[in-house]
């Protein structure tokens, strides 16, 4: 199993960044792709981008393509997510999420490891 720990969420101003980072640990090795979903109050978990493990392959949903780099750092087993040019819309939990099974894309329902979520609140 993996464990997952999320950090780096907090409040900033429209137009600002952050950084999330998501420390995994535990049977890291066989991770296939490390993923961020993120939920505002009162809708359904979204998938936001992520990363192959040993590829580092990556895709963005298109909300957040050309504003979010996700990264990972294979020593430190931890993954990250540069966001720029933060929007008001892009306030929510932000949830790390890890699975073993080849394949996964976007869907939360592929993912079988998931953190405890970071608040990223963004102020207009």
């Known amino acids: 199993q993996v464990q997952l720990v999320e950090a780096g969420g907090g409040l900033v101003q429209a137009g600002g960044s952050l950084r999330l980072s998501c420390a995994a640990s535990?049977?890291?090795?066989?991770?296939?792709?490390v993923a961020w979903f993120r939920q505002a109050p009162g809708k359904e978990r979204e998938f936001v981008a992520r990363?192959?493990?040993?590829?580092?392959?990556?895709y963005y949903t298109d909300s957040g393509k050309g504003r979010f780099t996700i990264s990972r750092d294979n020593a430190k087993n931890t993954v990250y997510l540069q966001m720029n040019t933060l929007k008001p819309e892009d306030t929510a939990v932000y949830y790390c999420?890890?699975?073993?099974?080849?394949?996964?894309?976007?869907?939360?329902?592929?993912?079988?490891?998931w953190g405890q979520g970071t608040q990223v609140t963004v102020s207009s």
């Open positions: 990363i192959g493990w040993r590829s580092g392959n990556t």
């Open positions: 999420a890890a699975t073993y099974r080849p394949g996964a894309q976007y869907r939360p329902g592929e993912y079988d490891y």
């Open positions: 535990g049977r890291t090795f066989s991770l296939v792709t």
